[in-house]
């Protein structure tokens, strides 16, 4: 741990250390917590931009980035890019000749303070919520403060805290940890983690779902998610438990708002002193609203399009009553050729060049899994609120990138954002989130697409693509709110 904080902190900070802004920048409305756009980085370092405020929203700079504007009152013209029917041989001859070392050389002067925040190890606190070696970690904390970081970031885990009963909560290494953080005048941004740690790419410790939750699941498997073959995933519950009573008389959601709220009155300190500066919401795998679709336990290797999770009966009870309301009770089911998980879109008649996936069956079904993962959002989004009234939340979405190139989008599509390429399938992703002033950490910025070519030309990805159309959705409803 003691090389891990400082390395990662290291790898972060830009060249200039007198200029606080970071290659991890995110988009964020200042005036508002509308949706925003936060980056993650190493161990998902966060750090809170303004962009909103300005007239324009911009992305996340690097060598390659675009500066990109939006106009409300009047058309203008990206900096980077033509516009629609232009000749390229119009370009200005400057722009043409520009070269990615003046990018670099950007003057951060005047632009709003950006601060720095760096996650801490997944381990930092054992299965006992013990802290792991306080006085190690007091050290690095120390060096940290002395080259002006903020904060830090830390997962509080649903299985150590209410490990062994419900409703009994043990919080005393989280306090222990919060007060050395607070004696060192470092600010704390907390995720509620309700997932699984372990088996993911970075995860190099185990912690999984409280014990008595995974009792219920040894005779009820169906509270996790489920796939065609009947595989369960114990890496999260399934948002079919969301409104069922299955958890020794609670809903999920409920227990979730048990959770958020006895950490809010333990830590009520904390937050009085705004200590607690962001509370990061988990809602799914990872932490990501997003399905299970691509668990490597299961088999999965890179790019795979992953399985659709909607296997359980509760989803599948959600699913029938959808389809009867539509009058087509034959629709309720899942599709029976979309491959498995290391399939690709053209092995399949679902996900292939005009497969089922733009038919009426296949609209419909797309459409009612999307909109379970948007509905578990609202809910566990709206009781947050309620818990951290005040304070401001997060929550985390995985960029799915590989296979954006094609038509269908199958790999979004399996994780349950419905995007192919005739559809905005992130606009009521970031509708969802400005209503509940969510801010939205974007897991994939860092990433290039040329870079993803290179390495798995196979996969047709385009991070770029992706970064930039979830950035745009931010940025418009950013304008929204502030007009």
């Not at 925040?117 to 690095?140: A, F, R, S, T, W």
């Not at 992703?429 to 290039?448: D, P, Q, S, Y």
């Not at 950035?471 to 304008?479: F, H, N, T």
């Amino acid at each position: 741990m003691a090389t891990s904080l400082i390395q990662v902190f290291h790898s972060l900070r830009p060249p200039t250390a007198s200029s606080t802004a970071t290659t991890a920048s995110s988009l964020r409305n200042s005036q508002t917590l509308s949706a925003s756009l936060q980056v993650s980085l190493g161990f998902r370092s966060s750090v809170d931009f303004n962009s909103c405020g300005l007239k324009g929203c911009f992305g996340p700079s690097s060598a390659r980035s675009r500066t990109w504007a939006m106009e409300r009152e009047r058309e203008e013209r990206t900096e980077d890019y033509p516009q629609e029917g232009d000749s390229v041989d119009a370009v200005d001859d400057k722009q043409a000749v520009s070269t990615p070392q003046e990018l670099l050389e950007r003057d951060f002067a005047g632009t709003p303070y950006v601060p720095v925040y760096v996650m801490l190890p997944l381990g930092i606190i054992n299965m006992n919520c013990e802290l792991v070696d306080p006085e190690g970690l007091l050290n690095q904390l120390r060096t940290l403060k002395s080259i002006n970081v903020d904060g830090v970031m830390v997962d509080c885990w649903w299985g150590i805290v209410e490990a062994d009963d419900p409703q009994v909560y043990n919080w005393s290494g989280y306090k222990r940890l919060f007060q050395i953080v607070r004696e060192l005048k470092l600010k704390l941004q907390v995720v509620m983690s309700f997932h699984e740690c372990g088996g993911n790419v970075g995860d190099d410790v185990h912690n999984p779902l409280p014990r008595w939750v995974t009792e219920i699941g040894q005779s009820n498997p169906d509270i996790y998610f489920t796939d065609r073959e009947g595989r369960r995933n114990p890496e999260c519950l399934s948002w079919g438990i969301d409104k069922e009573r299955v958890l020794k008389g609670r809903t999920a959601v409920e227990v979730y708002f048990d959770y958020m709220r006895s950490f809010r009155v333990e830590f009520d300190e904390f937050f009085e002193d705004e200590i607690i500066s962001e509370i990061e919401v988990g809602l799914g795998p990872c932490g990501e609203l997003r399905y299970p679709s691509y668990p490597e336990k299961h088999s999965w290797r890179y790019p795979g399009i992953g399985e659709f999770q909607s296997y359980d009966k509760y989803l599948m009870k959600s699913l029938t009553k959808a389809a009867e309301a539509r009058g087509h009770s034959l629709w309720a089911r899942g599709p029976d050729n979309a491959g498995s998980y290391n399939s690709t879109p053209h092995e399949t008649g679902f996900f292939c060049d005009g497969g089922e996936y733009d038919s009426y069956y296949g609209r419909f079904f797309l459409n009612w899994y999307s909109r379970v993962l948007i509905d578990h959002g609202e809910r566990v989004l709206g009781l947050a609120n309620l818990a951290f009234e005040g304070t401001s939340i997060a929550a985390k979405v995985s960029g799915i990138h590989w296979w954006y190139k094609t038509a269908s989008h199958a790999a979004e599509l399996t994780a349950g954002f419905y995007n192919p390429s005739n559809r905005d399938g992130y606009a009521p992703i970031a509708a969802m989130l400005k209503k509940h002033g969510a801010a939205l950490n974007f897991t994939c910025v860092e990433l290039r697409t040329l870079d993803q070519h290179e390495d798995f030309p196979e996969a047709l990805a385009d991070p770029e693509g992706l970064v930039w159309q979830v950035g745009a959705e931010c940025c418009v409803g950013c304008l929204h709110s502030s007009g």
